[in-house]
């Protein structure tokens, strides 16, 4: 399994920015695909998970200005942020694992993509 990011880049305060995640190879019907943002100087810290249900979970960091969201034909996931702000600024990486159809069952995230920049500034 290949995952490929796209759309990081450098905004201001208040806007808005979309990242996308591209599975391709031995993907299977269940899943669950995560974000995780890495800043320097800091932990990792997953963001967002949405598993092949549709249920989503949020960080509280993110809570209502970020929208995990699929599109199950293509096999394409994305990360709508909205509102940024200046602590916001890390490096994105959509991560995955298969097998089953809800991210409560199974541990760890075997795939990853190879992260998108983002940076906010005030």
């Known amino acids: 399994v290949r995952l490929e990011e796209a759309g990081g880049g450098s905004v201001q305060a208040g806007e808005s920015l979309r990242l996308s995640c591209a599975a391709s190879?031995?993907?299977?019907?269940?899943?669950?695909m995560a974000w995780f943002r890495q800043a320097p100087g800091k932990e990792r810290e997953q963001i967002a998970t949405?598993?092949?249900?549709?249920?989503?979970t949020y960080a509280d960091s993110v809570m209502g200005r970020f929208t995990i969201s699929e599109d199950n034909k293509k096999d394409i996931f994305y990360l709508q942020m909205t509102n940024l702000k200046p602590e916001d600024t890390a490096r994105y990486s959509c991560?995955?694992?298969?097998?089953?159809?809800?991210?409560?069952?199974?541990?760890?995230?075997?795939?990853w993509g190879q992260g998108a920049q983002v940076t906010v500034s005030s």
């Open positions: 991560a995955a694992r298969y097998g089953f159809y809800t991210c409560g069952r199974g541990t760890g995230f075997p795939f």
């Open positions: 190879g031995d993907t299977s019907p269940g899943y669950c």
């Open positions: 949405i598993d092949a249900g549709g249920l989503a």
